[in-house]
């Protein structure tokens, strides 16, 4: 992997029977100290990031319907004077050791895996699947395995052994969900300063109920408050300010009964309806305050938001927009994917005008991206750098994710570093340096995926010279399937 772009006579920068392999399964755990290193790990880079993502994409050599459906596998990478080690392991929910052991698909999947035998054998069985597989967080002295329709798994941070499910000491009641996508409120006003972490669970239906919870560093309670807001919602991720929680609420159809009736994933009855507004709805974090307000904006479909802040009578909200999104179709394959067809993931920014209700939109980025992150210190706060998984070049269209972009939102000033022609990049986390001043003074850290030698690596890059050769490069022994989110934690488990 080299940081220079090659190219296709059409702009194409990827190998599409290179990116499918990173969906191969990977069935085996692993323990080791990482030795096969490209550069140095720096000395003060001292702590553990921990990634989920689908380990399996299929069950006793049945491929599974969509990634999204597959088991959810942990990795940890810790790192501890200048060594790294590495650790994966299956959450073992209840569905993964009852699969694995019939060695065959014995459950439905949100996104259109089916048990074997048709509609017949599908029609009515409505029981989800929690397969603990798209997000992770240390808080509060726990690990949770997050999966949003259902509660968290708990694992044992130093092993990754599972513990069972974790109902937050009461907070939750058995089934119930929690966001994959939690936000550390690094100074949180109705604290005094102190941080905490706000999550929130969607009850979605004819009106749809969002509830919202902030958790003090020990992680108890502080706040939970619910609220009604009409119509169906499919929320997959939300921001913070200090003094708002903001959830666009996209703009979709949902019709259970093809599901209901066997005939597919409950994931493919959401219907994009582009005629349709977002709904962007503002939702106090003060449980005192009550009001909630509501913006409508053109259309557009949002996974992630970067990030949000408040600037006088003004909230700015960067999210990820795709202007379509297909439907998923019951006999379409997810690595047949025609990537030209697709629009990409663009980054806009949302000023909301909170004196006369209006909401402007600029596009920040039009290069298809996924994925953003910056400095965990400016959650919700005025920022300067963002930093995110990114295609190699600029077509127009959607593409595989393989470099990482970083944006100065001060000067427009880009900087990409490019894996080309065989890495495949994943969502990069912001490691600040300790005691640094400068907001990009940190080490960017991202999982690639190498298409030509099979294998993952972690990328250490350097976040104020983003486009200099990586810090450092740590090959694995093996591949990592594409993951989904992850978290750093400043506590090292060996
Ligand atoms: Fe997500």
Redesign the pocket.
Known sequence: MTNTIAKTANNQTYNIEEWKRGYDSQPNEYEYEITEIEGQIPPELSGTLFRNGPGLLDIGGSAIYHPFDGDGMISAFSFKDGKAYYRNRFVQTEAYLEEQQAGKILYRGVFGTQKPGGWFNNVFDVKLKNIAN?GVIYWGGKLLALWEAAEPHRLDPKNLDTLGKDYLDGVLEPGDAFS??PWVDPSCELDGGAPCLVNFRVDPGLSSKITLFEFAPDGKLLRRHAHSIPGFSFI??FIITPQYAIFFQNPVNFNPLPFVFGMCGAGECVEFKPEQPTNIVLIPRDPQNKEIRTFKVKSGFV??HANAFEQGNKIHIDSITYETLPQVQPDSNYKEVDFDSLDPGQLWRFSLNLENGTVERQMLESRCCEFPTHNPNKVGRDYRYLYIGAAANNTGHNAPLQAILKLDLETGERQLHSFTPSGYTSEPIFVPKPNAEREDAGWVLTVVYDGDKHRSCLAILDGENLAGEPIALLHLEHHIPYG??GSWCDEVFI
């Open positions: 798209t994959a996508h997959h991720d996974f992630h989904l989110h």
